[in-house]
């Protein structure tokens, strides 16, 4: 069963960053893709980055060159660094585990799912 527990949520205004990270039970790095989605509210789940076994990335439209997924093997850990955050970010933030072999923004890909941290920007 893989496990996952999502911190470092919070409130910031627009402009700042926040970094996001999710640990993850061993033996899941680099066994399994690994994303980042985000839910707002009353809007649909959508996937916000992605990352592969052997560390290719992939980024939804809305946050190339503002976000950052990477992750670390000696930690068990999946990181978001989310620069020049806007309003518009604001969401509650999940990490995700996929037993699928490509990276993936689809969430019907993911099998395993952490409870979420939230994030709030303000103007």
């Known amino acids: 069963q893989v496990q996952l527990v999502e911190s470092g949520g919070g409130s910031v205004q627009a402009g700042g960053s926040l970094r996001l990270s999710c640990e993850v039970s061993?033996?899941?790095?680099?066994?399994?893709?690994l994303g980042w989605f985000r839910q707002a509210p009353g809007q649909e789940r959508e996937g916000v980055a992605s990352?592969?076994?052997?560390?290719?990335?992939l980024y939804a439209d809305f946050v190339k060159r503002r976000f950052t997924i990477s992750q670390d093997n000696a930690k068990n850990s999946l990181y978001l660094q989310m620069n020049n955050l806007k309003e518009e970010d604001t969401a509650m933030y999940y990490c995700?585990?996929?037993?699928?072999?490509?990276?993936?923004?689809?969430?019907?890909?993911?099998?395993?799912w952490g409870q979420g941290t939230q994030v709030t920007v303000s103007s």
């Open positions: 995700a585990a996929s037993a699928g072999s490509v990276r993936s923004l689809a969430q019907y890909t993911y099998n395993y």
């Open positions: 061993e033996s899941t790095i680099g066994r399994y893709v």
């Open positions: 990352i592969s076994t052997t560390g290719g990335t």
